[in-house]
């Protein structure tokens, strides 16, 4: 039996391997988001991906489509002007937890105001991975980064609040979800106005090591037990994952 | 070609949908708001209102990559945020027009009062070396040429080209003929057209080389070269002479408008295309003994010209926003006794 590869049409397969570290779930998420738009059969041309800075913002160099890579936390502004300058495009927004609800935050909160139509993916790892392993706006009550040795005393902010609140599309799931997270990122790049997909992703190097994890195996078990699939809910609890709409 | 009467942020407007702006984003903001005013509402042009700044130049920048000529105006808070994307389109080389109407600051300093103190934030402001083209006219007529101007020099440099003015002049009410200037087009293919990587990251062939120093000299060199080449095409100034005269005033925006009234003791050069420096300056400086920059700030264009010409240059400042021809004369005054 021959596997389908043909979602590789999207990919620049000259620039493998990445530069992500071994263990990293990225490049789990750049293939879904390939197969995904393999799935929607989205033209190369006519699609344009968008990403921030940091190591998930290194993401959109991959896709064999025009692509731009973005000021730290300014993808979902310039993706909304692409959109609003030729409606016709597909534009997708993949970028980390960091910059998209950290620096990018107050871009997020106006443009689901505004419901533009932008896909964003966020691959959210709750940590600053590039820069070293800081806490980030998704990161954990009580979890330990380099900044927050004592372990996390900030609240993790409420995305799916935020989203829903303007009654846009949101959904979430992980790494070890493979085919739930890519029914996520589908049904994501399928709606009409703003979809946010939050993809909790692993970051072993920067993050896991420092809580307890060996590899990046682990963290995905760690996915694995502590995260179940609810897709019949208006609302998702802490540890659910699911598409919310 | 009409005559009309206009305000100077007005014209601006105009003058942009008549060089083909299709997409404005922008931030309410004093002196500027009246270009956002002006273009709501306008068919020819998609207005967003933004968040902030930040977000405004970030959706210009998306807008031009996606193939519309696109502007935003702001003033010295808005400008100040916006830098470090400025930055950012000069290292993807985009198009772009972005308009400041100075006011006083620091910080929200006066806002309803004009001032130049934003001279070297145009040339210096983000972070990294690049090389802007800024043009600064002085009345409402210039105002909608050189909009048209800034349209066209963005285009052919793929850049961000700033278009400075002032509470003063961007207040100020001129009839004008509205004469149709010659429009630069498009060159560079949209987004959703190939498979190209636009980055901030130095770069090569649509590939980030982060770690390479010849690929950075490089683009540089090639980001320097361009801005030379685009801006020989525009060296715009106005030169009033006086042979009587052995000094030269030098003075732009708001503040030439004033240096007319000293035009029987001295000479006077007003450069409009403000960076890069207009070269011509060099050979007109020669024939003056002493060489005066007035500017409604502490000396920003005098230390550019001061540099270029290798010579002492002599400083009228004018701060708070009020021009008064006594507080010149006094400080013209001042420097003839030497102090």
Same mark, same amino acid.
């Given at each position: 039996?021959?596997?389908?590869?043909?979602?590789?049409?999207?990919?620049?397969?000259? *620039?493998?391997?990445?530069?992500?570290?071994?263990?990293?779930?990225?490049?789990?998420?750049?293939?879904?988001? =390939?197969?995904?738009?393999?799935?929607? @059969?989205?033209?190369?041309?006519?699609?344009?991906?968008? &990403?921030?800075?940091?190591?998930?913002?290194?993401?959109?160099?991959?896709? @064999? *489509?025009?692509?731009?890579?973005?000021? !730290?936390?300014?993808? +979902?502004?310039?993706?909304?002007?692409?959109?609003?300058?030729?409606?016709?495009?597909?534009?997708?927004?993949?970028?980390?937890?960091?910059?998209?609800?950290?620096?990018?935050?107050?871009?997020?909160?106006?443009?689901?105001?505004?419901?533009?139509?932008?896909?964003?993916?966020?691959?959210? #790892?709750? +940590?600053?991975?590039? /820069?070293?392993?800081?806490?980030?706006?998704?990161?954990?009550?009580?979890?330990?980064?380099?900044?927050?040795?004592?372990?996390?005393?900030?609240?993790?902010?409420?995305?799916?609040?935020? %989203?829903?609140?303007?009654?846009?599309?949101?959904?979430?799931?992980?790494?070890?979800?493979?085919?739930?997270?890519?029914?996520?990122?589908?049904?994501?790049?399928?709606?009409?106005?703003?979809?946010?997909?939050?993809?909790?992703?692993?970051?072993?190097?920067?993050?896991?090591?420092?809580?307890?994890?060996?590899?990046?195996?682990?963290?995905?078990?760690?996915?694995?037990? #502590?995260?179940?699939?609810?897709? #019949?809910? @208006?609302?998702?609890?802490?540890?659910?994952?699911?598409?919310?709409? | 070609?009409?005559?009309?009467?206009?305000?100077?942020?007005?014209?601006?407007?105009?003058?942009?949908?008549?060089?083909?702006?299709?997409?404005?984003?922008?931030?309410?903001?004093?002196?500027?708001?009246?270009?956002?005013?002006?273009?709501?509402?306008?068919?020819?042009?998609?207005?967003?209102?933004?968040?902030?700044?930040?977000?405004?130049?970030?959706?210009?920048?998306?807008?031009?990559?996606?193939?519309?000529?696109?502007?935003?105006?702001?003033?010295?808070?808005?400008?100040?945020?916006?830098?470090?994307?400025?930055?950012?389109? !000069?290292?993807?080389?985009?198009?772009?027009?972005?308009?400041?109407?100075?006011?006083?600051?620091?910080? /929200?300093? $006066?806002?309803?009062?004009?001032?130049?103190?934003?001279?070297?934030? =145009?040339?210096?402001?983000? !972070?990294?070396?690049?090389?802007?083209?800024?043009?600064?006219?002085?009345?409402?007529?210039?105002?909608?040429?050189?909009? %048209?101007?800034?349209?066209?020099?963005?285009?052919?440099?793929?850049?961000?080209?700033?278009?400075? &003015?002032?509470?003063?002049?961007?207040?100020?009410?001129?009839?004008?003929?509205?004469?149709?200037?010659?429009?630069?087009?498009?060159? $560079?293919?949209?987004?959703?057209?190939?498979?190209?990587?636009?980055?901030?990251?130095?770069?090569?062939?649509?590939?980030?080389?982060?770690?390479?120093?010849?690929?950075?000299?490089?683009?540089?060199? !090639?980001?320097?070269?361009?801005?030379?080449?685009? &801006?020989?095409?525009?060296?715009?100034?106005?030169? +009033?002479?006086? #042979?009587?005269?052995?000094?030269? *005033?030098?003075?732009?925006?708001?503040?030439?408008?004033?240096?007319?009234?000293?035009?029987?003791?001295? &000479? %006077?050069?007003?450069?409009?295309?403000?960076?890069?420096?207009?070269?011509? %300056?060099?050979?007109?400086?020669?024939?003056?003994?002493?060489?005066?920059? $007035?500017?409604?700030?502490?000396?920003?264009?005098?230390?550019?010209?001061?540099?270029?010409?290798?010579?002492?240059?002599?400083?009228?400042? +004018? *701060?708070?926003?009020?021009?008064?021809?006594?507080?010149?004369?006094?400080?013209?005054?001042?420097?003839?006794?030497?102090?």
């Amino acid at each position: 039996m021959t596997r389908k590869l043909t979602y590789l049409n999207y990919l620049k397969q000259d *620039l493998l391997p990445t530069q992500w570290c071994p263990g990293c779930g990225n490049g789990i998420v750049l293939k879904l988001a =390939c197969q995904s738009l393999e799935e929607l @059969n989205f033209p190369k041309k006519g699609t344009v991906v968008v &990403s921030g800075i940091g190591c998930a913002g290194r993401s959109a160099g991959f896709f @064999n *489509l025009d692509s731009v890579h973005t000021a !730290h936390g300014r993808a +979902i502004p310039v993706a909304e002007g692409i959109k609003l300058a030729n409606e016709k495009l597909n534009v997708i927004v993949i970028s980390g937890d960091g910059d998209l609800l950290g620096i990018g935050g107050n871009h997020l909160l106006h443009a689901s105001r505004r419901n533009t139509d932008i896909s964003i993916i966020c691959i959210a #790892n709750a +940590i600053y991975g590039m /820069t070293g392993g800081q806490y980030s706006p998704t990161t954990e009550l009580g979890s330990k980064t380099l900044t927050t040795p004592s372990g996390n005393t900030d609240t993790p902010i409420d995305v799916q609040a935020l %989203i829903k609140a303007h009654n846009c599309f949101y959904a979430r799931s992980t790494t070890y979800h493979l085919k739930h997270a890519m029914k996520c990122m589908v049904e994501a790049l399928k709606h009409r106005g703003l979809s946010f997909a939050e993809i909790k992703t692993q970051c072993i190097t920067n993050d896991g090591r420092r809580r307890g994890f060996k590899n990046g195996y682990e963290m995905l078990m760690y996915y694995k037990d #502590n995260y179940k699939i609810n897709n #019949n809910s @208006n609302e998702l609890k802490h540890n659910e994952i699911g598409i919310v709409g | 070609m009409a005559k009309i009467l206009l305000q100077g942020n007005q014209a601006i407007a105009l003058a942009a949908i008549k060089a083909g702006m299709k997409f404005f984003a922008g931030y309410p903001i004093t002196p500027a708001s009246e270009i956002l005013h002006e273009l709501t509402n306008k068919k020819e042009v998609k207005v967003l209102q933004m968040e902030d700044e930040i977000a405004s130049v970030n959706a210009i920048i998306g807008a031009s990559l996606a193939g519309v000529k696109s502007m935003t105006a702001t003033s010295g808070p808005g400008f100040s945020l916006m830098q470090e994307s400025i930055g950012y389109a !000069h290292m993807m080389e985009v198009p772009l027009v972005i308009v400041n109407v100075q006011r006083v600051g620091p910080s /929200t300093g $006066m806002p309803t009062f004009p001032a130049q103190g934003d001279i070297l934030q =145009c040339k210096y402001g983000s !972070h990294g070396d690049y090389f802007p083209i800024v043009f600064y006219p002085n009345s409402v007529d210039e105002l909608y040429k050189y909009t %048209i101007t800034a349209f066209n020099a963005a285009e052919e440099s793929l850049s961000p080209v700033i278009l400075l &003015s002032d509470g003063y002049v961007g207040h100020l009410y001129e009839t004008i003929e509205t004469v149709d200037y010659p429009v630069s087009e498009r060159a $560079m293919a949209p987004l959703g057209t190939s498979n190209r990587h636009f980055t901030g990251l130095t770069h090569e062939d649509s590939k980030p080389a982060t770690s390479n120093p010849e690929v950075h000299k490089k683009l540089i060199k !090639h980001l320097e070269t361009k801005q030379k080449k685009v &801006s020989k095409k525009y060296n715009d100034y106005e030169y +009033i002479e006086n #042979n009587s005269s052995d000094t030269l *005033l030098i003075a732009y925006g708001a503040m030439s408008r004033a240096s007319y009234n000293f035009k029987d003791d001295y &000479s %006077i050069f007003r450069p409009i295309r403000i960076f890069p420096i207009v070269e011509k %300056i060099k050979e007109i400086a020669k024939k003056y003994k002493e060489i005066i920059v $007035m500017e409604m700030n502490t000396g920003q264009y005098k230390s550019e010209v001061e540099k270029l010409l290798h010579r002492e240059v002599k400083l009228v400042p +004018i *701060l708070g926003g009020k021009i008064d021809l006594q507080d010149i004369w006094g400080g013209l005054r001042r420097l003839k006794r030497g102090k």
